[in-house]
């Protein structure tokens, strides 16, 4: 029996991409599973929900849909034991070249969001002894040039995961994954495509599986490909060098 058997589970951006893998992997190992996202028309979505209790099509950027899906997740599950904050959406771009629209929504999306969502699930996951699974970025490790909103966005759950392992300690898991480039319909949605020749977009299973390796090991932390923690801890470490190389190189690179 697998150790996610029976796991009450909602997965947010679970429409497509690594929130769509995830939500099947969860179903597969025997949890149950209530997935969200705005739309459920892809191969993929259509795949998730086949095998979840519930998809619900809701813009968590609207006025209290946040709360409004923590609660409908957990009267249909009977309470909560993982919560995976995987919704987001990328911009690229000239910084200034964003309208203030785009700056709020980028923000909005990335970093208000998932912080409502850890909000609402709060009651839940404490009586659960559960886990918090946030979605970030290696571009909110380093930061990126032309993602800055982006870079910025996602930098704010590394403040929200460390503030909440401090608060909720050994009660509730608080974990972090932070992919590099991943090959979903991510960069199709956003105004720019990938355009980097290196490094290559891993594929989206790859990062799927990084999520629930990091539910099943209950880890703080976890970064895919693993070598990407490597860079951001040379970021940490020795930043002039961490710069230097970067420039060499035309910078970092984005996520997800």
Not at 32 to 45: D, E, H, L, N
Request: hydrophobic share 45%.
């Amino acid at each position: 029996m697998s150790g996610l058997e029976g796991r009450r589970v909602l997965v947010t951006g679970a429409s497509s991409g690594i929130g769509a893998l995830v939500a099947m992997m969860f179903a597969f190992r025997g949890s149950r599973v209530v997935g969200c996202g705005r739309c459920w028309a892809s191969p993929a979505g259509l795949a998730a929900c086949q095998v979840m209790e519930l998809a619900v099509a809701r813009d968590l950027t609207e006025p209290g849909a946040a709360a409004d899906l923590v609660a409908e997740a957990a009267a249909k599950l009977g309470g909560l034991d993982i919560v995976i904050s995987n919704a987001g959406a990328g911009w690229a771009g000239p910084y200034e070249s964003m309208t203030a629209a785009e700056l709020d929504w980028a923000l909005e999306l990335n970093l208000r969001v998932p912080m409502r969502l850890a909000h609402a699930a709060a009651t839940h996951l404490r009586r659960a002894r559960g886990q918090l699974v946030l979605v970030g970025s290696v571009a909110g490790k380093l930061g990126v040039a032309q993602e800055a909103a982006y870079s910025t966005a996602k930098s704010g759950l590394n403040g929200l995961a460390d503030s909440l392992r401090s608060e909720w300690g050994p009660q509730v898991a608080v974990t972090l994954v932070s992919p590099g480039a991943v090959a979903t319909p991510f960069f199709e949605r956003r105004n720019r495509p990938y355009a980097r020749h290196w490094p290559p977009p891993i594929p989206a299973a790859r990062a799927a599986r990084a999520v629930v390796k990091a539910v099943e090991q209950r880890r703080a932390e976890l970064y895919v490909p693993y070598w990407t923690g490597w860079v951001s801890r040379l970021h940490g470490g020795l930043p002039g060098i961490y710069r230097y190389m970067a420039s060499m190189a035309g910078g970092p690179t984005q996520t997800v």
